[in-house]
Structures are given as C-alpha cells and as structure tokens.
C-alpha cells in the first residue's frame, strides 16, 4: 500500500473484526478463524479481508458460508469503530498462503530425498571410460623440435585412422 492512511485503516479493521470474532457470532457454521491481512483500496472505499480456516474442507466452507451471512453486521460494527466518513465494503477471502506453503515445503522435501539418493549412489561410482574423455594435445619432449608449427598437436590424416 503507497497510501499511509489506507494501511492504518486496514490494520484497524483487522483488528476491529479479529476482536468481534474473538467474542464469536452466533452462526454455529463458523469455525476457528485466523484474520492474516486486510486490504483497503485507495479511496478506502473496499476492504479484502483474508483469513484461514483451523479444519478440514467442510469447516472451510461452512466458516465462508457464516462469514459471508455475518458481513452485513460486521461492516455495521466496523463503520461504528472506525469514526470514517464512509464505511468500506468487506469482501472475505479465504487465504491459500499457507497450504501453497505447506505444498512448496512437502516439494523441497522431496528433492532433498532425491538429492541424498542421488549421491547415494555416485559415491561407490566409477566412470564408465576413462576419467578424463577429452583428448589433449601430444606434449613435446626435450630434443623434438616442432616442424609442423602446431604446438605440440598431432594431426591425423584419413589414412591414419584406419
């Protein structure tokens, strides 16, 4: 956020709508709910709330279905807390962060097993021909001298290579 005013007013709302959670609403559909960030717009006109689920996908989606009846009255609690001109419309959005982090964890993991096996085995391993395959050129010995004004490399002609 570049506007200073819309972050501090985010940060109010998260914490007005963690607290009226925390005293609970009277849908039992809703489940353990974590506010993890608040967006404002600009105009402070729009809040995107993000929040994670404590269960599995059923308690996700009741809890969404709760927030999403509740949100009249927690837009009416916000505006009579934050002492704004204009109340924001709120908008819950379920935050994925932490499962796409639980997903990139369980890939690192993997390829941290695939690394150990993989060195596993090259380390009893030898070269399948030589270790060094590349061919080098011949090197001159004391008293040959360099007639062929290569350096020290032999050229092989067609009819040396049978």
């Not at 972050?7 to 849908?27: M, W």
């Not at 809703?30 to 404002?40: H, M, P, Q, S």
């Not at 927690?74 to 819950?92: A, D, I, M, N, S």
């Amino acid at each position: 956020m570049s506007n200073p005013r819309a972050g501090k007013v985010a940060e109010r709302i998260q914490q007005i709508i963690a607290r009226r959670l925390e005293k609970g609403l009277r849908d039992p559909r809703l489940g353990f709910v974590t506010i993890t960030d608040v967006r404002v717009t600009g105009d402070l006109q729009h809040a995107s709330i993000f929040y994670t689920v404590y269960g599995d996908e059923e308690a996700q989606t009741d809890t969404a279905a709760a927030l999403r009846a509740a949100t009249g009255m927690l837009r009416t609690e916000v505006g009579r807390q934050l002492g704004t001109r204009l109340t924001p419309t709120l908008e819950f959005i379920h935050d994925e962060l932490p499962e796409s982090a639980q997903h990139l964890n369980d890939l690192l993991a993997e390829a941290r097993r695939r690394d150990e096996e993989s060195a596993a085995l090259a380390e009893g391993a030898q070269y399948a021909g030589e270790a060094d395959p590349y061919v080098k050129p011949r090197e001159i010995e004391d008293g040959e001298s360099d007639t062929d004004g290569l350096g020290g490399a032999e050229l092989i002609d067609d009819e040396d290579r049978d």
